[in-house]
């Protein structure tokens, strides 16, 4: 008996021993977060609140991925300002596209935001620009920087940055996720405003009142879910974020407003880019005219000048002198599994079909830096065979599954930064 004492003992203070190292972890994670800014004010939105607070009308544009595309932190944003500033007429435009990062955004600037003249500009990157080259994400957010003060110096600029399950570990050891500070660098180099969502939703995690990734089952249970898959927040999810950045706003009224555009920080920013159509540039006759009936019909606003071809002998030819060049086109079902880029006789072959080509979205392809010069580039559908619905997994579509048999080149279009010859 004295043994079996002895090990009820030994076990009771092995748990109480790892309770307490729990809760020092949880501890130190809380204070390595309190570390952390939510805000950035810098020179904050003076502009925009000035014209707000005169009942002014205003234009809002959220340009981002596929969390500021869905229905969630933009509208709710919306309707607190609408709510709050009702002297005033406020119009909104949302510029997010799922699975998209700061570089084709850089492309999408002049006809999805700045055609509409907008007094203040959300950009919402930092999870779509996760894993891409530090330089390409410099060079994109500063050109979008540029693009639009360029227009308007009074035009007010804030970043947002959201979270995703790999950048987690990142901030629990007190560091900025690479992305969030390669944007950093050119917030600050501006003295524009950021808002960093993540770290609200890390202090709920870690207290153990939400759970980061969670399932239907644990939000049926009653227990609060911030994102069912890591990266795309639910309702509640939303609100945290809403909540966030409503709460940025009331330190971001006042500042001092820019008046001269500093010189780039980096030579190679994207301040100039230049989108051509398909019509714009040489092609085979076998192109045809895409058909708005069905599934396309989404796109004809983003892409007036599509055209499509199931034919690896068709060609489109882009002749330019520049750095970049890339092109815009369609993933899903239908879609050719892959596209060939052939630039100055060296062919490069571009997988233009993944795992979530079940269903019909916009996407690209940008490849440079090239030497700066003139370039030949030709463009093919690829020879490459793959099951599409295997790589799917098989997942249920609303689209015909004979589509998948099908592997077509949708080319909406063309990008370049440098001069068509």
């Known amino acids: 008996m004295l043994h079996?004492?002895?090990r009820t003992t030994s076990c009771r203070i092995i748990f109480i021993g790892a309770l307490l190292i729990l809760s020092l972890l949880k501890i130190g994670v809380s204070q390595t977060l309190a570390g952390f800014s939510v805000l950035q004010e810098r020179n904050g939105l003076p502009a925009f609140f000035a014209k707000l607070g005169k009942g002014s009308p205003?234009?809002?544009?959220?340009?981002?991925?596929s969390i500021t595309e869905a229905a969630g932190y933009r509208v709710k944003t919306e309707q607190y300002f609408r709510k709050k500033y009702p002297k005033s007429s406020i119009s909104v435009y949302n510029a997010g596209v799922g699975g998209t990062g700061s570089s084709l955004g850089a492309f999408r600037l002049q006809e999805e935001v700045l055609s509409h003249h907008p007094d203040l500009v959300f950009v919402e990157f930092a999870v779509n620009d996760a894993a891409s080259d530090s330089l390409l994400v410099c060079n994109a957010i500063e050109g979008i920087v540029r693009q639009i003060?360029?227009?308007?110096l009074k035009t007010d600029?804030?970043?947002?940055y959201t979270i995703h399950d790999q950048m987690t570990g990142a901030y629990n050891k007190g560091e900025l996720y690479r992305s969030v500070r390669f944007i950093e660098r050119v917030a600050d180099y501006y003295k524009l405003p950021s808002v960093n969502?993540?770290?609200d939703v890390l202090k709920e995690v870690n207290q153990g009142k939400l759970i980061f990734r969670g399932t239907k089952e644990d939000e049926a249970a009653g227990r609060a879910v911030f994102s069912f898959d890591g990266t795309h927040p639910g309702d509640l999810g939303h609100e945290i974020?809403?909540?966030?950045i409503v709460g940025a706003f009331e330190n971001m009224k006042s500042g001092k407003e820019m008046k001269k555009m500093p010189q780039p920080l980096y030579s190679g920013n994207f301040g100039v880019t230049r989108v051509l159509s398909p019509d714009e540039v040489q092609r085979t006759a076998g192109w045809e005219q895409a058909s708005w009936d069905?599934?396309?019909?989404?796109?004809q606003k983003a892409y007036p000048g599509l055209i499509c071809t199931a034919h690896t002998s068709d060609s489109v030819v882009v002749r330019f002198s520049g750095t970049y060049f890339g092109f815009c086109d369609i993933i899903g079902p239908s879609a050719t599994p892959s596209v060939v880029v052939n630039i100055d006789g060296q062919p490069d072959i571009r997988t233009r079909f993944d795992s979530y080509g079940y269903f019909y979205r916009r996407s690209y392809c940008l490849i440079g830096p090239l030497k700066d010069g003139e370039h030949v580039v030709i463009l093919k559908k690829g020879t490459m065979t793959t099951d599409k619905q295997k790589m799917v997994n098989y997942h249920e579509t609303r689209e015909d599954p004979a589509d998948y048999r099908k592997g077509l080149f949708f080319l909406g279009k063309l990008m370049i930064i440098g001069k068509l010859l």
């Open 4 to 6: 079996a004492d002895r």
């Open 58 to 65: 205003v234009t809002i544009c959220y340009l981002g991925g």
């Open 149 to 152: 003060k360029k227009q308007n």
């Open 157 to 160: 600029i804030c970043f947002l």
């Open 197 to 199: 969502l993540g770290i």
């Open 241 to 244: 974020y809403t909540k966030t």
């Open 294 to 299: 069905g599934y396309l019909k989404p796109f």
